[in-house]
Nanobody, 124 residues
Framework: QVQLVESGGGLVQAGGSMRLSCAASGRTFSMYTMGWFRQAPGKEREFVAAISWSIGATYYAGSVKGRFTISRDNAKSTVYLQMNSLKPEDTAVYYC?????????????????WGQGTQVTVSS
C-alpha cells in the first residue's frame, strides 16, 4: 500500500509558476513509477507527466512539454511537478499517482495508487 498526499496547489495568474509536491508513504517509493494527471470540470482525467523509478526517464503530454518538469527525490519519497508559463487551460485538479512498474506510463489504468488531488486555478 502506498499513500500519496499532494500539496502546492492554488491560484496563479497566467504566465506564472507553481510547484506541486506529492509525498509518499508506505511501500518502497523508489520502486514505483510516479505520474501526474489532471482533471478539469466535465473532462476526462488526462496524463500530464511521468517519471520512471529505474532510470528517472521522464515523459510529458504534448500540451505541457517545455513548460512543466517532473522530478523525484527518492530520499524524501517525494515527486514534484514544476509548472511554468501557466495558462488558463491548465486549470484542473492535479493528481499524483504511483504505478508498480519500471517503465513510465501515460496510461492511467496502470497506476494503482492515487492522491486526493490538489486544485490549480490559472486566471487570465
Amino acid at each position: 500500500q502506498v499513500q500519496l498526499v499532494e500539496s502546492g496547489g492554488g491560484l496563479v495568474q497566467a504566465g506564472g509558476s507553481m510547484r506541486l509536491s506529492c509525498a509518499a508513504s508506505g511501500r518502497t517509493f523508489s520502486m514505483y513509477t510516479m505520474g501526474w494527471f489532471r482533471q478539469a470540470p466535465g473532462k476526462e482525467r488526462e496524463f500530464v507527466a511521468a517519471i520512471s523509478w529505474s532510470i528517472g526517464a521522464t515523459y510529458y503530454a504534448g500540451s505541457v512539454k517545455g513548460r512543466f518538469t517532473i522530478s523525484r527525490d527518492n530520499a524524501k519519497s517525494t515527486v514534484y511537478l514544476q509548472m511554468n508559463s501557466l495558462k488558463p487551460e491548465d486549470t484542473a485538479v492535479y493528481y499524483c499517482a504511483a504505478a508498480p512498474t519500471s517503465m513510465a506510463s501515460m496510461n492511467r489504468y496502470e497506476y494503482r495508487y492515487w492522491g486526493q488531488g490538489t486544485q490549480v486555478t490559472v486566471s487570465s
